[in-house]
Structure formats: C-alpha cells, structure tokens
C-alpha cells in the first residue's frame, strides 16, 4: 500500500511563502518515483496542474505560478517539496500531491494525497 501525506498548509498574508511537503510511505519492496506533480483545487473551479517533476529531472509550472513557485524532491527520503513565494489571494486552494510510481508487479500506478488547505489573504 501506498501512503502520500501532504503538510505544510495554512493561512499566510498575501505576499508571503509557505513550502508545503509531500511524503509518501510503503509496504513493499522494489519501486521508483517517475513523476510528482502538485495539484490544486479552488471552490467551484476544476483542479488544475500547478507543478511537475519528473524523475529525468525535468520542471514544469503553470503559467499562473511560474516565478513563484518551485518543485523539488528528495528521492532518498521519497518527498517532494513546492516552495510559494509572493502568494495572491489567487492561490487560495486545497493543494493535492500525486505521485507516479513504478512497481515490477503491477507497472506505473498514480497515487493522491488528501490536500492541504492554502489560504492567502488580502
């Protein structure tokens, strides 16, 4: 079983950071993290990719967060890091981390968290 637990989360003031965390913890044996990704979800709006990283090392960002945001990992401790700085009223979200993994029983297998509340004020 897969365990992904994000923390971090909270109230900050509009131009602040926060650096939330994403940890995921097994049962098992052999595996490899390809891909974390944080997501994001508003009230009302659709849940909307924020960053990526990819185990190549590749980052991608949205537009939105691009400049303000950075993913990172720690593939020894199987964690994933998304630092916010200058944060906007806008980012106000329950923020979500998935993470691709591979097993040789079962092949790649996407796992979520539960979300962590970020909330900005003006």
């Known amino acids: 079983q897969v365990q992904l637990v994000e923390s971090g989360g909270g109230l900050v003031q509009a131009g602040g950071s926060l650096r939330l965390t994403c940890a995921a913890s097994f049962s098992g044996t052999f595996f490899r993290i390809n891909i974390w990704d944080w997501y994001r979800q508003a009230p009302g709006a659709q849940r909307e990719l924020v960053a990526r990283?990819?185990?190549?090392?590749?980052?991608n960002y949205a537009d939105s967060v691009k400049g303000r945001f950075t993913i990172s990992r720690d593939n020894a401790k199987n964690q994933v890091y998304l630092e916010m700085s200058s944060l906007e009223p806008e980012d106000t979200a329950t923020y979500y981390c998935?993470?691709?993994?591979?097993?040789?029983?079962?092949?790649?297998?996407?796992?979520w968290g539960q979300g962590t509340q970020v909330t900005v004020s003006s």
């Open positions: 998935s993470a691709n993994i591979w097993f040789p029983t079962t092949g790649s297998v996407y796992y």
């Open positions: 990283s990819t185990s190549t090392g590749i980052t």
